[in-house]
């Protein structure tokens, strides 16, 4: 079906295997040819592997019975995939002479007896074919395996003269115990007598991800066919396989068009992609159905195998402007399992998307989805889907209590920290007040020069660079100083954003300043400045104590007289003898680097001009920053084109696995990192790592140096004067070194997960691919320190930035996170949630003095909509159950019917064939839009009626709008929040939704008629 290029051998181990549907690939032509069975981490991956395996053709089992395991270890038969589980269950010799029963050719067996023998171990007679029962027809007797095989056992009198096994003659078999493996009682030791079953089969083998437990090195060295696909550990051979990623269909085109790798497409929209393939010219592409969920694309060596993880991304296309919260939350996955916060019921614990059946007015069902959460005492909550934007993840306390259904506590919760919200919300507003006082610049928009600056940019800008820049200008040309945080991952394009709004202000006439914690790094800025405003007319100079006297002399003058219009620095530009003529905006690169000293000093600066501050440090540590004064935050999330991730090796220290790959970085021209974090013992590893790579000069930095002798030797190496830096983790933010694609962490057990996150980022910053080896030695490694080793390689993908702090956060909790008195209530009801009530409250007081139709712009949509229609999105139409997770949130986060049609329009040219469901379940959004913007509060069906309640800062005035559109009077006058209509007015409740679609988008309305409000 696919040809990778690449031919898995047997008895090796391989590492960077990629992903489930990668391997399944890899593994094929040899599952195909025999019995195995597939060791993986968890049910849930087996599961993976059984629909990918089916899918490609070849058909297996989960080993989910104690029969099964009889059938694969004793009679060497069977397709079987097996969590790790198994080798904690108690087995013990004794139990197996208990509860397995042998028959072999020439036994002479009483056919009572042994179907008595069966019975005892609960495989009974059944008259039809049946999994795990027997039947008998005269002198054969017929077995039905749990795994599909059939068993025939022909007598002659009382003696076994012929057994076959899927028609092939067989001298033996061994009958189980019908029971299911997980009902046997488990222990905290690996099964000694378990270990001996594994290691003695001459049966295939694979190993999924398991090298982390300590049975994996017990078994590895006996088994006589096996493959293992690993994390970590000496003699890997790497296979490659690597994630893609593309922002645009543009990118995805451009890849389909290389003709010098094989392309292989998966997807559920045959019809779709062979259209666009054609109407491209593109071919010798060859293109799959597929109806599975959770493919995940890949590459490897240059062959390329596309799914819908990323067609689904690139030809549906959702950009919307979102709050800060929002736009938090939507980063952060739910997955089954996690802490989630309903805003109306408190801390659960997410579970699964279920579909139910409900029964609507004329007796007939209607599908709907739901998001289960479980809370204390087993109780559940189902939350319709379209109301998803009512939960959020948890952030905070590791492990929260969850909420008691049914009690007031979660309402008593909520209160208490409204009181909180509402302090701290005045006292932001206070500095808010007082900074609109203030009275900047408002800088003009030039349309033909911005353009001409952005078509001068060699790459290409990503939706959020975009997205950025365009809420930066829109800040500029305000009167009210900007002062916006500008977050991104390492490597994702915030130094171009900056160079933007630098543009913007220099076009106008005004300076600009750059600056930066470190003297190596506004050296690299300035570098990067003069090349990228090469073709403007804009004198440009740096400014640091390492300039020469004179040289700062002439530098301060210029300034002064507006002779430079863009300076970049350290601190030595806050000094008092730095002046400027026209200074118009302040960057300020990771301000939270800065001493206190130099922050009192940086807002003196500020005055009144626009400040953009830019930080790699992931979201939730910038918090502070972001809410005191109200800060407005940008953030980049999308990497830019042609960035790739980063290879993460885990292996324990060993000189081969050193010099070879510092060989291959060598050889390349490039240079290597070497993470040390110990000052006392980095000089003894120096003469190590001197005597295993001859030849090659070694730089040694730490903290304890003093900062101009760190900064030159920082620079020396920058300069390509040294082969290889041995540092501490001094070099961890901000620094670009092009060059290095290298980096080792040693003894990374010890280092923290966003740490060695950011140390990793250090490297593959251009177009080379960057390689991070985590050492570790063997007596360090213990379970805990490894699983926390995996979720860095699991976290390798573009972005993980933000995810990973959020890990961190959870462990240490998100107690002090907003710098404020109050702020422990946000771990009370989550992170999110307390963030979203505070911009809520923000905007709730920030609009007290606005007009009716400017503060509805700000809110959010609250509009519920509880009708019994069948209004949902099939599974097939999402790559996995996160992706549709994913694509509810974010279309809870539409706000206007514009945003809605475009949504609606990419997803209806994009998915073929789409159900009734697909259709109203876009009307029943459009009306909570739409009745939003009227004070809907709710549609919904109580007893007899349709009802329309408005929400409690409504009027009449409200409901008067709402009726003079009913041209055929359906709806009748309850109360001053209240409408009915008699379900009898409409024939079903299809019907009732096509009349309020009909009255909001004015169709068949002529004129509008007065309206008389009548109880």
Not at 356 to 384: H, M, R, S, W
Not at 701 to 706: A, D, I, R, S, V
Not at 885 to 905: A, D, H, P, Q, S
Not at 945 to 957: A, C, G, K, M, T
Request: charged fraction near 30%; charge should be neutral.
């Amino acid at each position: 079906m696919v040809d990778l290029g690449r031919k898995l051998e047997l008895n090796r181990i391989y590492s960077n295997s990629g992903n489930t549907f990668s391997k399944s690939l890899l593994l094929f032509d040899l599952l195909k040819k025999e019995d195995f069975l597939i060791f993986v981490e968890t049910e849930k991956k087996a599961l993976s592997y059984k629909k990918i395996l089916s899918f490609l053709g070849e058909r297996c089992f989960l080993m989910q019975n104690f029969c099964d395991f009889v059938d694969f270890f004793l009679n060497g038969n069977g397709k079987f995939l097996l969590n790790k589980d198994i080798f904690y269950i108690d087995f013990s010799a004794n139990f197996f002479e208990k509860n397995i029963f042998q028959i072999k050719k020439g036994d002479r067996v009483d056919m009572l007896s042994f179907a008595k023998k069966l019975n005892d171990l609960g495989i009974s007679f059944a008259e039809y074919e049946e999994k795990l029962h027997f039947n008998i027809k005269g002198e054969i007797f017929t077995y039905f395996t749990n795994s599909g095989n059939v068993l025939k056992i022909s007598f002659w009198g009382d003696e076994v003269d012929e057994i076959l096994l899927d028609n092939k003659k067989i001298d033996f078999y061994f009958f189980g115990l019908n029971k299911e493996l997980n009902s046997f009682s488990y222990v905290s030791e690996v099964n000694k007598f378990f270990v001996e079953k594994v290691k003695s089969t001459e049966k295939l083998i694979i190993l999924d991800s398991i090298d982390f437990y300590n049975f994996y090195d017990e078994i590895i060295g006996y088994l006589k066919n096996f493959i293992s696909f690993a994390n970590f550990g000496n003699g890997l051979e790497n296979l490659g396989v690597e994630e893609i990623f593309f922002n645009n269909l543009d990118e995805f085109k451009f890849k389909l068009e290389e003709k010098t790798s094989k392309k292989y497409i998966f997807t559920k929209n045959l019809n779709t992609i062979k259209n666009f393939l054609e109407l491209n010219n593109l071919e010798n592409i060859s293109v799959f159905k597929s109806d599975l969920n959770n493919l995940k694309s890949f590459k490897i060596g240059l062959n390329y195998v596309f799914t819908d993880d990323i067609i689904s991304k690139i030809f549906v296309k959702r950009r919307v402007k979102r709050s800060f919260s929002e736009n938090m939350d939507l980063l952060l996955q739910i997955k089954p399992g996690d802490y989630v916060v309903h805003i109306d019921h408190g801390v659960g614990i997410f579970s699964e998307i279920v579909t139910k059946e409900i029964p609507d007015q004329n007796g007939k069902t209607v599908k709907k989805e739901y998001i289960t959460i479980d809370y204390k005492d087993n109780d559940k909550l189902f939350v319709p889907i379209m109301e998803v934007g009512r939960v959020s993840k948890y952030v905070g306390s590791e492990n929260p209590k969850l909420t008691n259904l049914g009690t007031k506590d979660w309402e008593k919760k909520l209160k208490k920290v409204s009181e909180d919200v509402e302090q701290i919300a005045s006292e932001l507003l206070e500095i808010y007040a007082k900074r609109n006082l203030q009275k900047g610049f408002a800088f003009e928009s030039k349309k033909a020069e911005e353009n001409e600056f952005f078509r001068s940019f060699e790459y290409v800008y990503t939706d959020d660079q975009h997205l950025a820049i365009e809420d930066i200008f829109t800040d500029m040309e305000k009167e009210i100083p900007m002062d916006r945080l500008l977050c991104g991952d390492v490597g994702f394009g915030k130094t171009e954003v900056a160079f933007a709004s630098i543009f913007k202000c220099l076009i106008n006439d005004k300076q600009a300043v750059l600056i930066s914690p470190l003297v190596v790094l506004a050296y690299e800025h300035f570098e990067k400045a003069k090349e990228r405003f090469k073709d403007f007319p804009f004198n440009i100079e740096v400014l640091t104590r390492f300039e020469k006297p004179a040289v700062i002399k002439s530098t301060l003058q210029k300034l002064q007289e507006g002779k430079i219009d863009l300076v970049i620095g350290t601190h030595r530009l806050l000094s008092s003898d730095v002046k400027f003529k026209n200074l118009g905006l302040l960057v300020i690169d990771e301000e939270h680097k800065f001493g206190v000293k130099d922050k009192e000093k940086i807002k003196a600066l500020k005055g009144n001009i626009d400040i953009l501050s830019m930080s790699a440090t992931p979201i939730p540590r910038s918090l502070n920053m972001a809410l005191n004064g109200l800060r407005q935050v940008s953030m980049l999330t999308t990497p830019p084109v042609g960035k790739q991730e980063i290879q993460t090796i885990i292996s324990d220290f060993n000189d081969g696995l050193i010099f070879d790959a510092c060989k291959r970085e060598f050889d390349r021209g490039g240079q290597v990192f070497f993470i040390h974090n110990r000052v006392e013992t980095i000089l003894s590893l120096q003469s190590y790592l001197e005597n295993i790579l001859p030849g090659k000069k070694i730089l040694v930095t730490h903290g304890q140096l003093k900062g101009d002798t760190l900064e030159k030797r920082i620079i020396q190496f920058k300069r390509k004067e040294y082969d290889l830096l041995l540092s501490t983790t001094v070099i961890e933010n901000g620094i670009d070194f092009a060059n290095v694609n290298t980096i080792f962490i040693n003894d990374s057990v010890n280092f923290g997960i966003s740490q060695i996150h950011q140390l990793r980022g250090r490297v593959g910053r251009g177009s080379q691919k960057g390689y991070c080896y985590l050492l570790f030695r063997k007596d360090q490694i213990k379970e805990d320190a490894s699983k926390r080793l995996k979720t860095i390689v699991d976290y390798s993908h573009l972005g993980a930035g933000f995810e990973l702090a959020i890990k961190d956060l959870e462990i240490r909790g998100g107690g002090d996170i907003l710098g404020i008195r109050q702020s422990g209530s946000s771990s009370e009801v989550g992170l999110n949630l307390f963030l979203e009530m505070l911009e809520d409250k923000i905007e709730e007081l920030k609009n007290a003095g606005l007009s009716e139709s400017e503060e509805i712009k700000e809110k959010r949509i609250k509009t519920i909509v509880d009708l019994s229609i069948d209004a949902f999105i099939d599974d097939n139409l999402f790559s996995s159950e996160l992706d549709k997770i994913n694509f509810y949130r974010e279309i809870e986060n539409i706000r206007t019917l514009e945003e809605l049609e475009i949504v609606k329009k990419d997803f209806f040219s994009f998915n073929e064939n789409l159900s009734e469901s697909v259709k109203n379940f876009f009307d029943l959004l459009y009306l909570k839009i739409i009745g939003f913007a009227f004070k809907i509060n709710s549609f919904r069906k109580v007893g007899i009626n349709y009802q329309i309640d408005f929400f409690e800062e409504s009027n009449l005035d409200d409901l008067k709008k709402f009726l003079q559109l009913d041209r055929e009077v359906k709806f009748q006058f309850v109360d001053a929040k209240k409408l009915r209509s008699s379900v009898k007015n409409f024939e079903n409740t299809e019907k009732f939704v096509e009349y309020l679609l009909k009255i909001f988008k004015g169709e068949n309305i002529s004129t509008k008629k007065k309206i008389k409000l009548k109880k």
